[in-house]
């Protein structure tokens, strides 16, 4: 089942990019501004189908394929710097995979609409770059302070 969204609709869906996200990772920083983008240009799509039904199934393979490279980066990061709860923020991405898989099962049974989609996509991106990454962002910036050499993968703190 597919809702219509017209464009000043699809408009009022777009997400935007705040600084108080931003970790002070570039590579990451930059990883959650590209999934803005990737949210936006799916909203942009389906304003500019209007009655033409979306096609979501590769939008979530996309969206997965974002946060395996995404999720590793991460990882990766907080490895280097010791993170405190990297099996917890792991689990939180686990989660994450379990949820756009029952995604996509719902797609396939035609049992979510397109509007709780959007929602499950945002709202989930939302509140893990906002609140669950902050820790790793303040750990970060503290691991800077006693490793003047720089950063994990020549990036630089702030």
């Known amino acids: ?37 990737i949210y936006n240009t799916l909203i942009g799509n389906i304003a500019k189908r209007g009655d033409t039904p979306v096609d979501l199934g590769p939008v979530i393979h996309d969206i997965y394929n974002y946060y395996i490279n995404h999720f590793q980066l991460e990882e990766l990061v907080m490895r280097h710097v010791g993170y405190p ?13 379990a949820r756009l898989d029952e995604l996509s099962i719902r797609l396939a049974e035609r049992s979510i609409t397109l509007d709780e989609v959007l929602l499950e996509l945002r709202t989930t991106a939302s509140s893990h770059f906002r609140e669950i990454d902050r820790g790793i962002g303040i750990h970060y910036r503290i691991w800077l302070r006693s490793h003047p050499e720089g950063a994990p993968m020549g990036h630089s703190g702030g």
Do not use: C
């Open 85 to 97: 709860f990297l099996r917890e923020h792991k689990k939180a991405h686990r989660d994450i995979f």
């Open 1 to 37: 089942m597919q809702d219509k969204k017209s464009p000043q609709e699809a408009a009022k869906s777009l997400l935007v990019f705040e600084n108080d996200m931003l970790l002070g990772i570039p590579a990451i920083d930059d990883q959650h501004k590209e999934f803005y983008l």
